[in-house]
């Protein structure tokens, strides 16, 4: 086996073709020693520290990577030092960094100052890391609809598209997941991106948020390193589009700020059913502005008028195989099928005073504010209603940016907040090539735009007139526009001071207390699917002591579930972090928090597949199909063939799916209608088994008519059916489809 070169070994030179050694590619040119031109002479490459092996995974803990040399800074976070074989961090010029857990803020809670260059310097390299797919987010899918508002704002917001009840605005919205690259597949255990462009009379609006509350990271500086973290290691260029390997549980272990974040992102809420069932937030707390320029703080929240629901993760594996487009085909096949999905837009809107008692500080993006203690407002409803014409022209080409608002909507100091509108104008340039990406259609204001910015690269505006600067001397068109004090964007007037620091608020060091609510805010089974999560997750860490240092965090947040995933991995039960402030473990439950407060009211939205064989009632199935299809759901077929089946009365009916290609996974409930030859037939194919003992083991409901048996049989779950398998000969249509809105018998045991 080779031998890695020792970082004690000599300099070497390189030439002028990156080649190792002293000489040019062309030999005919004479060496330095020669009297011929001196050649640069690059220092070697450094040799970094190699992390473990699977074959030495056990020397973890002596391998300088994972150094223990740390001091907590004042908000908890964790400052690793050089030292031992560790260099000092540098930005990309060769300054010395002396914090790089924190940007620089006007005291302790102030804004981060543009003077940043080490902020800048940092994001500004990350920014363009990828062309053209997006760095995160980059596997997504679009849809357009209508914002309508609810009501008159106008004690909260001069914004105009709250103006006044009714009032329609065009929307883009784009979902995506967070890690995975453009071809990878939909049902990554992944954080969703639940970005919206509002095209308002005023200009574009831009919510850019995630399908949870809360975000890994307090400061913007650390987002490079959380990305780089969770993407493919780069000494082997995998795993792709998922959480589960060494380094990403390096990185949050050592920042105890994810842990809350880290609970989210175990529980069902990242494997979704589906986008249409899904929460929006935007995460960062913003402000709204009168009329009279007072401001109120607002926490937005996107809620499905669908009901939440998401799959089990055995559920999840087998969804990516079968259909690794699973949610990008939703989308598109509820909006085709006139199933326009909706959302409520909500806020909690506090003053100054609130958030001034409030238990954490609401800067913090990896806080919430319990629905409890503010509750939300519904403030208008989106409805998605049209699919791209062109996936790359809009879906790809959209540019999301937090910067984008309207006057009536403005920022607050929250560091990550800051720094994602400092970054997203690099992304854009990065992705898009030119400064004009805002011409694109899908980027493009439906209100008039008229400023002073001339050419540039992919210009596509005619640019008529003489002026093209002001102040100017001209009258009239040929004058062009001025800014406007009045009807302009005004920001919120408020005091700053402090001294300039690179600082953690204190105010954000209790990174357990709200992890811990979660925890206990769930129902028993939502507790076990988080508990197994984090076992699985954890399990494909090769190095233990990274396992070990998440779960003594964990028993910061709850002894039972830190007992229950040390022993999930089969490990002694570490001593628990030191916290720097303690949790508190009496905060009250929060019912809102748990997805069984919002789960569906009905099987309207969701989809039933009907496996049918030669000699199916034809009565039956038109019966059923009817029935869904009136409650609003989607009805498929699956057969043996996808040449389609002949019923009980001789008629050749087409279907959906051949079995192997149409698994139960695709569907939130089936029925088996199978007759006779044809169901002792399709009995003996190897994709039914699974098909009817997927359908148990992930508890979902399930309709047979007598004939059906050998089906049952051939699952092994003949001799096992309970309260939500239904016979089909006694349970009317209509009965079934509502026995279904239940979504799942999380009683049953598989």
């Known amino acids: 086996m080779a031998t890695k070169k020792s970082a004690k070994t000599a300099p070497t030179s390189r030439g002028g073709d990156g080649r190792k050694g002293g000489r040019p590619s062309d030999p005919s040119v004479p060496a330095v020693e020669d009297g011929g031109p001196r050649l640069p002479d690059y220092p070697q490459d450094p040799v970094p520290p190699q992390p473990p092996t699977p074959r030495h995974a056990g020397a973890a803990a002596d391998n300088p990577l994972y150094t223990d040399a740390t001091e907590p800074g004042t908000g908890g976070e964790l400052h690793q030092l050089p030292g031992d074989g560790i260099p000092a961090m540098t930005t990309s010029q060769g300054q010395v960094l002396s914090d790089d857990q924190n940007s620089l803020k006007v005291g302790d809670r102030g804004p981060t100052l543009l003077e940043d260059f080490a902020l800048r310097d940092k994001i500004f390299h990350f920014d363009h890391e990828r062309i053209p797919e997006r760095v995160v987010h980059a596997r997504g899918y679009g849809a357009h609809g209508t914002f309508t508002a609810a009501e008159d704002l106008s004690d909260l917001t001069r914004a105009s598209l709250f103006a006044q009840a009714g009032k329609e605005t065009p929307v883009f919205v784009r979902f995506s997941t967070v890690a995975g690259n453009m071809g990878s597949f939909d049902l990554a255990r992944d954080i969703r991106g639940f970005a919206t462009k509002f095209y308002t009379d005023e200009g574009n609006w831009d919510l850019v948020g995630n399908n949870v509350p809360v975000f890994f990271i307090q400061d913007a500086i650390k987002f490079p390193d959380l990305v780089h973290s969770v993407k493919e290691e780069q000494d082997r260029g995998w795993p792709q589009a998922q959480s589960a390997h060494d380094t990403f549980w390096d990185f949050v272990g050592l920042m105890p700020?994810?842990?809350?974040?880290?609970?989210?992102?175990?529980?069902?809420?990242?494997?979704?059913?589906?986008?249409?069932?899904?929460?929006?937030?935007?995460?960062?707390?913003?402000?709204?502005?009168?009329?009279?320029?007072?401001?109120?703080?607002?926490?937005?929240?996107?809620?499905?008028?669908?009901?939440?629901?998401?799959?089990?993760?055995?559920?999840?594996?087998?969804?990516?195989?079968?259909?690794?487009?699973?949610?990008?085909?939703?989308?598109?096949?509820?909006?085709?099928?006139?199933?326009?999905?909706?959302?409520?837009?909500?806020?909690?809107?506090?003053?100054?005073?609130?958030?001034?008692?409030?238990?954490?500080?609401?800067?913090?993006?990896?806080?919430?504010?319990?629905?409890?203690?503010?509750?939300?407002?519904?403030?208008?409803?989106?409805?998605?209603?049209?699919?791209?014409?062109?996936?790359?022209?809009?879906?790809?080409?959209?540019?999301?940016?937090?910067?984008?608002?309207?006057?009536?909507?403005?920022?607050?100091?929250?560091?990550?907040?800051?720094?994602?509108?400092?970054?997203?104008?690099?992304?854009?340039?990065?992705?898009?090539?030119?400064?004009?990406?805002?011409?694109?259609?899908?980027?493009?204001?439906?209100?008039?735009?008229?400023?002073?910015?001339?050419?540039?690269?992919?210009?596509?505006?005619?640019?008529?007139?003489?002026?093209?600067?002001?102040?100017?001397?001209?009258?009239?068109?040929?004058?062009?526009?001025?800014?406007?004090?009045?009807?302009?964007?005004?920001?919120?007037?408020?005091?700053?001071?402090?001294?300039?620091?690179?600082?953690?608020?204190?105010?954000?060091?209790?990174?357990?207390?709200?992890?811990?609510?979660?925890?206990r805010s769930q129902s028993p089974v939502e507790q076990d699917h988080i508990r197994m999560a984090f076992v699985f997750e954890l399990s494909k860490c090769e190095i233990p002591v990274v396992r070990e240092r998440i779960v003594a965090n964990l028993r910061n947040v709850d002894e039972e579930l830190a007992a229950g995933v040390a022993d999930g991995l089969g490990m002694d039960l570490p001593e628990a972090t030191t916290p720097h402030v303690q949790p508190n473990h009496d905060l009250p439950e929060s019912p809102a928090l748990s997805m069984e407060a919002r789960a569906p009211e009905s099987f309207a939205g969701r989809k039933l597949g009907i496996v049918v064989t030669d000699g199916t009632d034809a009565a039956v199935l038109d019966a059923l199909t009817k029935a869904f299809e009136d409650g609003g759901a989607m009805v498929e077929t699956i057969a043996l063939k996808i040449g389609g089946v002949t019923l009980a009365g001789g008629e050749r009916r087409p279907v959906d799916h051949k079995i192997d290609g149409g698994p139960s996974v695709l569907f939130d409930a089936v029925a088996l209608l199978g007759e006779g030859a044809g169901a002792e037939e399709l009995a003996g194919h190897p994709a039914t088994r699974d098909f009817v003992a997927d359908a148990f083991s992930h508890y979902k409901f399930i309709g047979y008519v007598p004939g059906a048996r050998p089906l049952l049989e051939a699952g092994a779950i003949a001799e096992r059916l309970d309260q939500a398998c239904l016979d089909l000969s006694t349970t009317t249509p209509e009965d079934f489809f509502t026995a279904c809105g239940a979504m799942r018998r999380w009683e049953r045991d598989v």
């Open 257 to 519: 700020e994810s842990t809350h974040t880290l609970l989210w992102q175990m529980s069902d809420r990242t494997i979704p059913r589906s986008f249409r069932f899904m929460q929006g937030f935007g995460v960062h707390t913003f402000r709204f502005v009168d009329a009279e320029g007072k401001s109120t703080f607002v926490k937005f929240h996107w809620v499905p008028k669908q009901g939440l629901q998401s799959v089990v993760w055995n559920e999840a594996v087998k969804i990516n195989g079968a259909d690794p487009d699973f949610h990008r085909r939703d989308l598109w096949m509820a909006i085709n099928n006139g199933d326009f999905p909706e959302w409520d837009l909500c806020v909690q809107a506090f003053d100054d005073e609130f958030a001034d008692s409030f238990e954490f500080d609401v800067l913090d993006s990896s806080k919430i504010i319990p629905e409890e203690q503010v509750p939300l407002r519904v403030i208008g409803t989106m409805r998605l209603d049209r699919v791209v014409d062109n996936v790359f022209s809009e879906t790809e080409q959209v540019a999301f940016m937090t910067q984008n608002v309207v006057p009536g909507i403005d920022f607050t100091n929250d560091p990550l907040l800051q720094g994602r509108n400092f970054s997203y104008l690099d992304t854009q340039l990065k992705r898009l090539g030119s400064t004009n990406f805002s011409q694109l259609p899908v980027n493009a204001p439906r209100c008039p735009v008229m400023h002073f910015q001339r050419d540039g690269h992919m210009q596509m505006g005619r640019q008529a007139g003489r002026a093209t600067y002001e102040p100017n001397s001209f009258t009239g068109a040929a004058a062009g526009p001025r800014a406007d004090r009045e009807a302009g964007f005004r920001t919120v007037e408020r005091p700053e001071s402090g001294d300039t620091r690179r600082v953690r608020a204190e105010s954000f060091a209790d990174h357990y207390s709200q992890a811990g609510q979660f925890w």
